[in-house]
């Protein structure tokens, strides 16, 4: 078992693409063989409430974007599979690349109890200033304290940028 509790002994890319078709143009999984509840030539996996879609072989279940890995590289992924544009049902291949745990962290959207509007931006009550703050490798980082929350806003895009490149997702 590997930490997401995938046998991977057992699933191989050979087994995977025996059983299933991935077109990654499209993102999608179609049987290849008949199944319990569908056919060769349907779509395969399920939507989860978390947005993300899993697949079952052999009584395990499976999330379609670690199997994509799996059926287009020939193994499992080292880490995490974090999806580019933030979609997490939408596993085209030029959308999943391997990330670290933090990477995948810096290209969440903005969370929903955000009250500024700018991610990485809060309101100071005892300085009376905006401050900007990002967390690198789980540990919080201020990158200082603003006149207006624009140019904390700046200096959280400018350190997302310098920390985590292309994964920075900053609205």
Known sequence: ????GENVSAI???LL???FHYDPETG?????????SAKPGDRAGTMKPNGYRRIGIQ?????EHRLAWLYMTGSWPDGEIDHANGDPSDNR????RQATRSQQGANRPIQKNNTTGL????WHKVRKRWMASISVNKKAICLGF?????????????ASDKFYGPYARVA
């Not at 999984?29 to 199944?35: H, K, Q, S």
């Open 28 to 36: 999608i999984f179609t049987n290849r063989v008949l199944r319990r």
């Open 12 to 14: 191989t890319a050979d």
């Open 119 to 122: 991610k990485g931006v809060q």
């Open 146 to 158: 603003f006149d207006t929350r624009e140019a904390a806003y700046e200096a959280y895009c400018t």
């Open 1 to 4: 078992m590997n930490h997401r």
């Open 93 to 96: 291949w030029c959308n999943l």
């Open 59 to 63: 009584k395990r279940y499976y999330y």
């Open 17 to 19: 693409r025996s059983e």
